[in-house]
């Protein structure tokens, strides 16, 4: 794009860009891509039929969801977005990334975490936070590799030779400063061991953090960075001018200050305290605009270049997935309107609407990027125009049929939970009738999936015939700038500030730090203030260790444990859950899907005989259940010995343990054990097997849930 | 460069990245009004749920439990009625019923009683015996309603609709005297049936 001024060149500094890590980065989205799909795939598959799991623990779906999600969002959305920031920030700044060794480290450094969430969330190893499930070791990889690529980055900014910096790169500044202050915050935690930790924050104090660092990993992992890949790949591949500028300005600033806030509305109806409540729905509803801001400057800017829809796949790609945007920032302020979020939250509408956007938005922007890339930094002709058209028109029709299906879904299962009849009655009392419902349609989203990896692999078969045909000498990407110290007007107002890189950031820095403190420092003191007559006890030795091994397994994904203020909920479930109830909690258990009913106040429902046989085969009690079989439960030895530690870590967190039960905490929870253990024996005699088995703890733990709390603390309201 | 048309009076000047402009159209309008109404509406709604009495999620849950309250005791008075043992027996001879209680009966009660009624970790429910109640519909309704949670038996009472479970009872009432293989031995009382 050199313009027509070539001067004398002894003026002339020549700069080469680092394509190669920008390659690197690509493959590793395309490798980590179709891993990510398929482990979605299976985990789709096992909801239509459980026995997909092939009965191997690794393979479960409390184990395979979290694996699905990482992968998705840190290992495909990641590289994608360091190749594509990589590759543009040099060329919008004209200079080299700041250091090759840094740019190799962070690929490297980034592979590895990856490596090591393929390992450890299979084996269990898992905290259970959303998005944040992997351990303490990995949280402190994840940190340095961070701060690497932000030395990386915002050193290239130090070493610039464009004054000013463009829309895009804002967006990559909030992405590198947000995403380093959530990690962080969130993940401070206690380690027991390798692989084993406590969060700091207890119960509601955890839903809050963890939910304020959910919500914006969708806010500035899968948002932002994507805002800032739009604003450089649409303009160039449609060869048109931004469309408003001062719109760029707009809703930059708002978007980042208003987005921090909407967290509570993964919480809405629940024991969270009123305020935060309704601070997160209206955040929420006051997003729209600026995301609408970024939906109308994408798609206005490709105005003007609409004939190119026919004959450019790219551009198909790109205006789909902005479109996309667009349609999901609508339906998430919907969502988060109290009364909407009554019907939708743990339902499958959720689902459908993260796919929108990670389908829809995500992927699709990510596939015309890498349609655009591979050519340029492999200097060659795609491969073939036809099969990129028909990984968009599979590829669209797999997000249509997952998305109406999984909307579908949600409706029909919401409705069917909420539906009271004249007699004041559940009509649909039986959980399990409402999951047969909405079965089939488990099979259409699977499809949808296949029709997506399908469109996947035809990307994948076009990229490496282009990388196979392309030239063999390498050409060097480079660009020609004047040596001298060019005259740039600074400019006032915005544009004076889009010079300043240093207080630019500083100021995007409080701007999403005045919603997190507002919203964040109050519930650090919440249990200070629990009135004296809704005492909790701590969980015994052996309900931690049957706590620690539902985590384990992942069962959160599927059950929730909050009874949330609304009639049809206490009508299922019993008396709405109260803050008191999970002061113990580390982390937190509310969960945020209901494929399984609500556990909150499952203690006493059952008997043991009854969880015993239900955890070994789920069937012999709910025919039709798709619940997991876990037979490895009765089999696999209580760690006792462990718990001695994990104890004391909890008294050291404020969890009032006296001196003897942390010192004996193995006895305690073995004589705990050997009572269950004979109940069910003297039911029947041949299950002598089950001796000491993890089945005995997890009986314990969900046989204490709801049942901690003295009645008065639980409000008045009978089932 | 970029592809600019007829809107080159509108391209910035200065603003160049990697042949990228930018051009100065103003905020759509009909977008900077749904900003405002949004900011209007939200200052508005917390205003009123935080600082003008607007009613809290507790106050607003009380309020809907007591009119699904009152609806209850209402349909609890009836149900009362329907309850009788002459009514029940009444719905003993209707096959349909029975069909419908042996349905649910396979899907919540065989894992501890038998397909047959003839008992696992449950008792035979088939037998003259009996541990709670004396083998009336209505005795048995409330067995399997209230359930005996110390002893292994589940409460069923709002896991099975109400008319279900009435089914269910007579379903079990009508396997009395079946006489199924493999039956459990009795316990409990006996119970002498006319």
């Not at chain 1, 930790?197 to 992992?221: K, R, T």
């Not at chain 1, 239900?614 to 030895?637: C, F, G, Q, V």
Request: aromatic share 14%; glycine share 8%.
């Amino acid at each position: 794009m050199a313009d027509g001024n070539q001067v004398s060149s002894k003026l002339m500094d020549k700069i080469v860009y680092d394509d190669d890590v920008v390659k690197k980065f690509l493959f590793a989205t395309i490798f980590w891509g179709a891993a990510a799909f398929l482990v979605g795939l299976l985990a789709a598959l096992e909801l239509a039929y459980w026995k997909s799991n092939l009965n191997l623990e690794w393979l479960t779906f409390g184990r395979i969801r979290p694996l699905h999600t990482n992968a998705a969002i840190f290992a495909f959305g990641g590289n994608i977005i360091f190749a594509g920031i990589y590759h543009s920030t040099q060329r919008l700044l004209k200079t080299r990334l700041y250091s090759d060794i840094l740019s190799r480290i962070h690929f490297w450094g980034w592979q590895l975490i990856i490596v090591g969430a393929l390992i450890t969330l299979p084996l269990g190893y898992s905290q259970s936070k959303e998005y944040a499930e992997l351990e303490w070791p990995l949280d402190i990889a994840i940190a340095l590799v961070w701060v690497i690529f932000a030395v990386n980055f915002f050193g290239t900014i130090a070493i610039r030779r464009i004054k000013h910096l463009y829309v895009a790169l804002w967006f990559y500044i909030a992405t590198i400063i947000t995403v380093a202050v959530l990690h962080i915050v969130n993940s401070i935690e206690i380690p027991v061991s390798l692989f084993k930790s406590y969060p700091v924050y207890a119960g509601v104090q955890d839903a809050l953090v963890q939910w304020w660092y959910g919500h914006n990993a969708v806010a500035f992992f899968l948002t932002t960075p994507f805002l800032g890949l739009m604003y450089y790949y649409v303009p160039k591949a449609a060869n048109r001018p931004i469309y408003s500028y001062k719109l760029s300005v707009i809703h930059f600033w708002s978007l980042v200050f208003l987005y921090i806030w909407a967290g509570p509305h993964h919480l809405l109806n629940s024991a969270l305290p009123d305020w935060a409540q309704t601070l997160g729905m209206v955040f929420s509803l006051m997003l729209w605009a600026p995301s609408w801001g970024g939906m109308i400057n994408g798609l206005l800017t490709l105005r003007g270049a609409w004939h190119l829809l026919r004959t450019d796949p790219i551009i198909k790609f790109l205006a789909v997935a902005v479109t996309f945007y667009g349609m999901s920032t609508f339906e998430g302020p919907l969502l988060s309107i109290k009364s909407v979020n009554s019907l939708a939250h743990y339902t499958d509408w959720i689902i459908a609407h993260v796919h929108g956007g990670t389908l829809g938005w995500n992927g699709f922007l990510t596939f015309g990027i890498i349609y655009y890339l591979v050519p340029k930094v492999w200097n060659n002709k795609i491969y073939s125009q036809r099969l990129m058209n028909n990984h968009f028109w599979v590829g669209l029709l797999g997000i249509l049929l997952y998305y109406l299906s999984m909307w579908a879904s949600g409706i029909t299962q919401g409705l069917m939970w909420m539906a009271v009849d004249g007699n004041g009655q559940l009509v649909y009392p039986d959980f399990v009738e409402t999951v047969m419902r909405i079965a089939p349609l488990y099979y259409i989203r699977f499809i949808g999936g296949v029709l997506y990896i399908v469109g996947f692999f035809l990307l994948i078969y076009n990229v490496w015939m282009t990388i196979k045909t392309a030239p063999k000498e390498e050409k060097v990407a480079s660009v020609e700038v004047s040596s001298l110290a060019e005259k740039v007007t600074i400019g006032t107002g915005h544009r004076k500030l889009e010079a300043l890189g240093a207080i630019f950031t500083v100021l995007l820095f409080i701007s999403i730090a005045v919603g997190s403190i507002i919203e964040i420092i109050p519930t650090l003191s919440i249990y200070k203030y629990l009135p004296a007559a809704s005492k909790t006890r701590p969980y015994t030795p052996l309900e931690l260790a049957g706590r620690d091994i539902y985590i384990k397994e992942g069962c959160y994904v599927c059950h929730s444990q909050m009874v949330r203020k609304l009639p049809f909920d206490v009508l299922r479930f019993g008396q709405p859950s109260t803050i008191e109830e999970s002061m113990y909690d580390r982390p937190f258990q509310w969960g945020s899907k209901r494929t399984g009913p609500d556990l909150a106040r499952v203690g006493g429902k059952y008997p043991d005989m009854w969880h015993l046989r239900h955890m070994i085969d789920p069937r012999e009690i709910t025919p039709n259940s798709i619940m997991p079989s876990y037979p490895w439960l009765a089999d696999k030895k209580i760690d006792y010995l462990s718990l001695r530690k994990k104890l004391s870590v909890m008294k050291r967190l404020g969890v009032p343990y006296d001196e003897n039960m942390v010192a004996n905490a193995d006895i305690y929870a073995g004589n705990e054990a050997e009572k269950i253990y004979e109940g069910l024996l003297g039911q029947d005699p041949s299950l002598t097997e089950i001796k000491d088995t993890e089945v005995i703890a997890i009986i314990a733990y969900l046989q204490t849930l709801g049942k901690k709390t003295s009645e008065q603390g639980v409000s008045q309201l009978k089932r | 460069m970029s592809d600019v048309g007829q809107e080159k009076d509108k391209l910035i000047e200065d603003h160049e990245y990697d042949g990228i402009r930018e051009l100065n159209n103003p905020l759509p309008g009909w977008w900077l009004m749904t900003f405002y109404i949004t900011i209007i509406f939200s200052v508005i709604y917390f205003a009123y749920y935080q600082f003008l009495g607007g009613p809290t999620l507790d106050e607003e849950l009380a309020q809907k439990m007591s009119v699904i309250e009152s609806v209850r005791k209402e349909a609890q008075k009836e149900a009362q009625e329907e309850r009788s043992e002459n009514k029940l027996r009444a719905l003993a001879l209707n096959q349909d019923i029975i069909e419908k209680g042996r349905a649910e009966f396979v899907a919540k009660c065989i894992a501890c009683h038998g397909d047959k009624g003839q008992g696992i970790i449950g008792p035979n429910l088939t037998d003259d015996y009996w541990i709670h109640g004396n083998g009336t519909i209505s005795s048995i309704l409330t067995t399997v309603e209230e359930g005996v949670l110390d002893k292994g038996m589940p409460p069923w009472k709002g896991v099975i609709a109400p008319d279900v479970i009435q089914s269910v009872a007579v379903y079990v009432y009508s396997l009395h005297g079946s006489n199924p293989e493999g039956a459990k031995p009795p316990q409990g009382q006996k119970v002498e049936y006319e």
